[in-house]
């Protein structure tokens, strides 16, 4: 269960359908009408063709790990009781990389390349978010 002392993001009018996607269980996320690449964080306009014509897409929510970093130093009080924790890249299929965390696998296990799948975590009534686990 979430701890409530932990920092929660605050969903806004553009990050909205992501968490409400979330909500869902489903991972979406800004895609160009123009030149179909998709984007992240939420953006204005398109990195690749500046085009501002935007959807949200359901992307399938495999990927593999890019990068990732074992936290040993609490710089939160939230986080206390979490450390060592690791904070995890994941390369999603369309190529894009999302900051996450990986869960039911401990921190030793974690290697690059390694598949991983979008799972879910409900921090609050309002707040689920996208942790990711082995799998894919
Ligand atoms: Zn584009």
Redesign the pocket.
Known sequence: MADSKLPMPVPDEKSMPFYEGAKRHELVLQR?K????FMWPVKLR?D????NDIEWAKVSGKGKLYSFAIMHQVYHPGFTDKVPYNVATVELEQGIRIVSNVVDCPNSALSVDMPLEVTFEKLSDEVTIPKFKPGG
Do not use: E, I, K, R
Not at 34 to 37: A, D, L, N, Y
């Open positions: 160009c123009t030149c179909g690449s398109c690749v063709c500046l085009n």
